[in-house]
């Protein structure tokens, strides 16, 4: 099993609230990502990391905004959440880009 | 024309049938092949990776044609617990991108 964890797993918020979701692995992975998934969707990929202090926009434009100040802690966070922020939002890492990606279980955005 | 190609299904199927799925890519550079496996609701898990020379894992069987471009995954012997989606993997080169998904298919394992 892999040893990345996301918190929280659900989170229910108003609108024009900050939001922080929390993703942590203990597999010294340097590279870390993060993926926006609507229910029955593909996934997309929204930041991603290469190491400390390294992080890019991925494919799929996002108002959201990582940081990457430890190799084993990868925050997003919401400044100003909207209801179209609503969706599942995976954090994955692995060794290299060519490598087996790791998965959270994920965390469960709801934006009323 | 998407990076990573493939039937969203569903592919609905008996218990014990052998079904097949492919997934065409569209960069010939592409390196790495992977497998991944998601259940509803669930985090996508790396079911298996492809090699050049083809592979398998038990009722799973995975090949790789690089002059075609495409990969196919085969499953034998279906089982009710197959039923999920599967989703086609590709990483371009070995630069700093990540890898990128496909749309999966969906499998439903009837009884």
């Known amino acids: 099993e892999a040893d990345i964890y996301q918190t929280p797993r659900y989170l229910v918020i108003g609108t024009g609230k900050k939001i922080t979701l929390e993703c942590s692995q203990t597999?010294?992975?340097?590279?870390m990502y993060w993926y926006q998934q609507d229910p029955g969707m593909e996934l997309h990929l929204i930041h991603y990391s290469y190491g400390v202090n390294s992080t890019e926009k991925g494919d799929l434009s996002s108002e959201s905004t990582v940081s990457r100040i430890r190799t084993e802690h990868f925050p997003l966070t919401l400044e100003s959440a909207r209801p179209s922020h609503t969706s599942q939002y995976l954090c994955a890492s692995s060794i290299n880009t060519g490598n087996t990606i790791y998965f959270g279980e994920g965390s469960w955005l709801t934006v009323v | 024309r998407k990076e990573v190609e493939q039937d969203p299904g569903p592919f609905n199927v008996p218990e014990g049938a052998t079904v097949a799925f492919n997934c065409t890519y569209s960069n010939s550079a592409s390196q790495s092949f992977f497998w991944y496996r998601q259940d509803c609701r669930k985090e996508p898990k790396l079911l298996m990776s492809?090699?050049?020379s083809g592979n398998e894992d038990g009722r799973f069987t995975a090949q790789l044609n690089r002059a075609s471009q495409y990969i196919s995954l085969l499953i034998r012997d279906s089982k009710l617990s197959d039923s999920a989606t599967y989703l086609c993997v590709v990483n371009k080169d070995t630069g700093r991108r990540a890898l990128t998904f496909g749309s999966g298919t969906r499998l439903q394992v009837q009884p």
């Open positions: 597999m010294g992975h340097d590279k």
């Open positions: 492809v090699y050049s």
